[in-house]
């Protein structure tokens, strides 16, 4: 078996390393690929994920049984279609199904005809109409570039004169470029990533994970990609896992079957755990960043084997989805400058040390004159792994304290709720570096 799997960040590393772990031992390539994956798989670092051609030539010219996508650009650049349309099998939805990711005015759309629960919601096509609409509105209130913004289109506006800047960053500046803007009601709760295995027919949940958007401890500062993450989140049984996601995948599932569209692949629900009962946020088509980095070292059913079923449609119906008991803490390390710009070309030591407590992924590395370096803004994913949530959080932090880069950035409360939730000490694992 062999499998190609595009994307060259935390995520794929995540990926790759959890494909090397399936008892098919398949011979795994990854396009771009960054130096942490090369030590599992061949990368293809010429080769453009969203360059629909030239993918399918290299996966024809490397005899390729599966290809897996990870990040969201080549879905919407169609990249599925194309290796489907050649005949290949691909692991990720059609550019029509990421149209839910590609577009929250789809997505939002695609909610209310689902019933789907979601934030009241309203698409601004002008500076006109928004500037209208921000004095109607009640505050806080949200408003969104419809496009994909690598998790920065979103701006939390406290008063209307936050949200008349806040239109002219989207209508005027054009910071995201051409774009609606979907105006949101504000919500409030605690926040959930839920992802669940599609085969165009029904929707398999994975274990509920638990992201941090913003830069800094507390929760404060701009969004991020997402600077950490955990596995399991304890507040949701399986129970209210099985009827979360029959509440908010399912039903997107056979909506987009109704349309013509099948949904395969990820299906990533944002979820908002309000007073008055769940809410989605966003659906991504992908698997979340770092959210992969915390889930994927928890499976134990064979990945290879899940993601072959979710290419047939139906394919996943007699499929279990295993999860050891373990918990599973990402601290991401971030370079000086993140999120509002990156840093590149920083050596990295301590990669050998860390890799004695947690699992080291690679995010936004190359390699330079033999050493390991700095190339974006989410560097490096240090995942520990422990049989309670404090242990695998002083894993993950014993790693991040091993490595060493200028201007490395990280959050020092990443899963301190579920330890102080799981009534252990949250004290001693954290504390911020020099
Ligand atoms: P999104 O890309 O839509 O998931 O938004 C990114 C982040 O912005 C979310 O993870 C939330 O932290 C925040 N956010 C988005 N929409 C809302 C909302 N309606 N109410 C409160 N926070 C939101
Ligand atoms: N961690 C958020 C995302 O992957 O979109």
Known sequence: MRILVLGGGGREHAIVKALARSPQSPELFCAPGNPGIAIDATCLPELDPCDVEAVVEAARAHRIDLVVVGPEAPLVAGVVDGLTAAGMAA?????????????????????????????????????????????????????????????????????????????????????????????????????LSLLALCDGERAVPLAPAQDYKRIGDGDTGPNTGGMGSYSPVATVSSDELAELSALVHQPIVDLMKRRGTPFHGVLYAGLMMTP???????????????????????????????????????????????????????????????????????????????????????????????????????????????????????????????????????????????????????SSAGSPRQ
């Open 91 to 191: 692991f990720g939805p059609s550019r029509s199904a990421a149209q839910l990711e590609g577009s929250k005015a789809f997505a939002k759309e695609a909610m209310a005809e689902a019933q789907i629960p979601t934030a009241g919601y309203k698409v601004l096509r002008s500076r006109d109409e928004a500037l209208e609409e921000i004095s109607r509105t009640t505050y806080p209130t949200v408003l969104k570039a419809d496009g994909l913004a690598a998790g920065k289109g979103v701006l939390i506006c406290l008063n209307e004169a936050e949200a008349r800047d806040a239109a002219e960053i989207f209508f005027t500046e054009q910071r995201f470029g051409r774009t609606e803007v979907v105006l949101e009601e504000f919500l409030e709760g605690e926040e």
């Open 276 to 426: 008055n009962g769940p809410k989605v946020l966003e659906y991504n088509t992908r698997f979340g960043d770092p959210e992969t980095q915390a889930v994927l070292p928890r499976l134990e059913s064979d990945l290879v084997d899940l993601f072959m079923k979710a290419t047939v449609p139906g394919g996943l119906i007699d499929s279990e989805v295993r999860f050891s008991d373990r918990w599973a803490v990402t601290v991401v390390l971030a370079s000086a400058g993140y999120p509002a710009s990156s840093s590149s070309g920083d050596v990295i030591t301590g990669l050998e040390a860390a890799a004695g407590s947690a699992e080291v992924v690679h995010a936004g590395t190359a390699e330079a004159n033999g050493a390991i370096v700095t190339a974006g803004g989410r560097v490096l994913n240090l995942t520990g792994l422990g049989p309670d949530p404090a242990t695998a959080r002083d894993l993950a932090y014993k790693a991040a304290g091993a490595v060493d880069f200028d201007g490395s950035q990280m959050r020092t409360d990443i899963a301190e709720r579920a330890v102080l939730n799981a009534g252990l000490d949250a």
